[in-house]
């Protein structure tokens, strides 16, 4: 099982930035998917998320201008963000719990490898 993040990139104060996370291999259920985001010498920090009952804007910081969206039958999530500050520039990565095969015991958690996103003032 592998989770591909990408979309980052050098952005203006303003801009926009869409973050794409695909989970790939055998894949028999997933529980919930969501973007953390580091920046240095800060903790990480959970920014959205998506479970069955729906998806969450987690970071104060980023209501109403971060959007999350999940496609299900492509076992992707996306990060829309939007009206991006200088203070959202960190690395964003991909977070799920999944489960590999029905004969799984538990779920089991995944993290991508990460995509910079870095805002210029």
């Known amino acids: 099982v592998q989770l591909q993040a990408s979309g980052g990139g050098l952005v203006q104060a303003g801009g926009s930035l869409r973050l794409s996370c695909a989970a790939s291999g055998t894949i028999f259920s997933i529980r919930n998917m969501g973007w953390y985001r580091q920046s240095p010498g800060r903790q990480r920090e959970l920014v959205t998320s998506?479970?069955?009952?729906?998806?969450?804007i987690n970071a104060d910081s980023v209501k109403g201008r971060f959007t999350i969206s999940r496609d299900n039958a492509k076992n992707k999530i996306y990060l829309q963000m939007n009206s991006l500050k200088p203070e959202d520039t960190a690395v964003y990565y991909c977070?799920?719990?999944?489960?590999?095969?029905?004969?799984?015991?538990?779920?089991?958690?995944?993290w991508g490898q990460g995509t910079q996103v870095t805002v210029s003032s």
């Open positions: 998506c479970t069955s009952g729906g998806c969450t």
């Open positions: 977070n799920a719990d999944l489960k590999a095969t029905s004969f799984s015991s538990s779920y089991r958690n995944y």
